[in-house]
């Protein structure tokens, strides 16, 4: 007997067709787990976490002549030299990184009446490798031109590399301009960054100002996040912040604030803005984490922001400014209750009847909310007129934080006219001793059917017959909520 229990001598001829058989078998079972795992596939895929963005530095850097002059006990540049030298030793190895280095200023000597405000090149270009090339052309540099900014600002955004658009990774192109003084060529650095910015070429910059003096520094503020360093001291933080800011995102929090100032609305779309150029940065809907404490997001420091928290109606915050290294809480006023649109008892109206809501004293339209449904709104007083025939106001609705105000509107009846000709007419509501104009009749229609709110009304007609005014006819009726009532002519 062999080891599979039979009498007959083992052989490939014997056992071949088990050995078939058992791997057949195992290829439909994988066959069958590759399909129920299929419908997975997308979303695993959808799930793959998008690399980091990758953040290109263009350090934009005074070489001019009045570098020269003495800050503390030793030159502008020495001083700028080791300090930058410095905060490239720190960032030597930092992932997701390409630095690089132009310099102005540096090769043409300052000449009685003649200035060379062409005198600006980039010295090491951008790589994930540069610091040592930078090190190098930072130790050699001579300060002796002049300082064209805007003409350097303006190459600057030749210095990166052209976006991609097919590119998967986020890019972030920040430049960081180090100047002791402002632009000497008549031409207007203001407007070339302000060019780059809604071009999408770069990020405001970074401007530090070495040493500057009280009247200058605000020609310099335009250009983009401005730092003043006015000691050699001064000058080594704003370089460490500016760096730290311009590399980290950071974390932050909408605080959706109740009338009573606790951060607990939530479920509410959020926008976040440029402020400088209006281009959106961030959109999505608020939530409460399972701490029951609002969210925490990541988000770039570098902006300066408007956010708009969409409740109705919206609120807006200017100039939102996020720090970097910490946990910012950006708080909205957004305290919400509900107005919730009912209509009285009976079975559902043929037809969806609208309100249109505005704030008290406001005269545009808010919103449009379908009766029947509930709606969040702003903590506050609002008019409401509900298109109903005849139309419906109701003024000052108010809406506390937390708490629904609901209003019932009442059922419509059902009028029908009847003439026994076609002609013209129109029905009025009666309101004391007057008469409110509600709706024309239609002259060439032989049945009318109207759905009006409860009340008095009275129904004015004329057939296209009659060419005498007297002829004039008038009949009064009652309607009564959810109950038909008619007229004959």
């Given at each position: 007997m062999n080891m599979f229990g039979t009498l007959f001598p083992l052989s490939w001829g014997n056992i071949r067709p088990m050995v078939e058989r058992t791997i057949l078998l195992l290829l439909k079972r994988v066959a069958l787990c590759l399909i129920a795992l299929a419908p997975f596939?997308?979303?695993?895929?959808?799930?793959?976490?998008?690399?980091?963005?990758?953040?290109?530095?263009?350090?934009?850097m005074d070489a001019s002549n009045s570098m020269n002059a003495f800050w503390g006990n030793q030159p502008k540049i020495n001083t700028a030299r080791e300090l930058l030298l410095k905060s490239l030793k720190e960032l030597e190895g930092q992932p997701d990184l390409e630095l690089a280095l132009r310099l102005y200023g540096h090769q043409t000597p300052i000449q009685p009446g003649k200035q060379d405000c062409n005198d600006t090149k980039l010295e090491v270009p951008f790589s994930a490798n540069s610091i040592p090339d930078m090190r190098s052309v930072l130790n050699s540099v001579r300060c002796q031109g002049t300082t064209p900014i805007a003409r350097s600002l303006e190459k600057s955004g030749g210095d990166f590399p052209p976006w991609d658009p097919n590119a998967t990774r986020k890019v972030r192109n920040v430049i960081i301009l180090i100047t002791d003084g402002i632009e000497a060529c008549d031409e207007d650095p203001c407007a070339v960054s302000r060019a780059l910015q809604s071009k999408g070429i770069t990020l405001k910059p970074f401007v530090i100002g070495v040493g500057i003096g009280e009247a200058d520094k605000y020609s310099l503020q335009c250009v983009g996040n401005y730092f003043d360093a006015s000691t050699p001291e001064l000058f080594e933080h704003v370089l460490k912040v500016v760096v730290t800011q311009a590399l980290n995102s950071t974390t932050a929090q909408v605080s959706l604030m109740t009338e009573d100032g606790k951060p607990t609305e939530t479920d509410v779309p959020v926008t976040f803005y440029d402020q400088r150029t209006g281009a959106l940065r961030y959109h999505f809907v608020h939530t409460m984490n399972d701490r029951n404490i609002p969210d925490t997001l990541s988000?770039?420091?570098?902006?300066?922001?408007?956010?708009?928290?969409?409740?109705?109606?919206?609120?807006?915050?200017e100039n939102v400014i996020v720090k970097p290294g910490i946990h910012n809480i950006i708080a909205v006023d957004a305290g919400l209750g509900t107005l919730q649109l009912k209509v009285g008892n009976g079975p559902p109206e043929a037809q969806a009847i609208v309100c249109i809501i505005r704030r008290k004293g406001v005269a545009n339209t808010l919103h449009v909310q379908e009766l029947g449904t509930s709606q969040r709104l702003r903590a506050g007083v609002y008019d409401l007129e509900v298109l109903t025939l005849p139309r419906l106001k109701i003024d000052e609705v108010r809406i506390e934080q937390g708490k629904t105000a609901e209003v019932v509107v009442p059922r419509s009846g059902?009028?029908?006219?009847?003439p026994s000709t076609t002609g013209n007419g129109a029905v009025f509501v009666k309101r004391g001793d007057e008469l409110e104009w509600v709706i024309d009749l239609d002259p060439t229609a032989i049945r009318t059917q109207l759905r009006l709110l409860p009340g008095q009304y009275q129904v004015l007609y004329r057939s296209r017959g009659a060419r005498r005014t007297e002829l004039s006819i008038t009949k009064d009726i009652t309607i009564e909520s959810g109950r038909s009532a008619s007229i004959n002519f």
């Open positions: 596939a997308g979303a695993f895929a959808q799930e793959k976490v998008p690399p980091p963005p990758l953040t290109r530095m263009l350090f934009v988000i770039d420091p570098i902006y300066t922001y408007r956010v708009v928290a969409h409740t109705l109606p919206q609120v807006t915050r059902t009028l029908n006219i009847l």
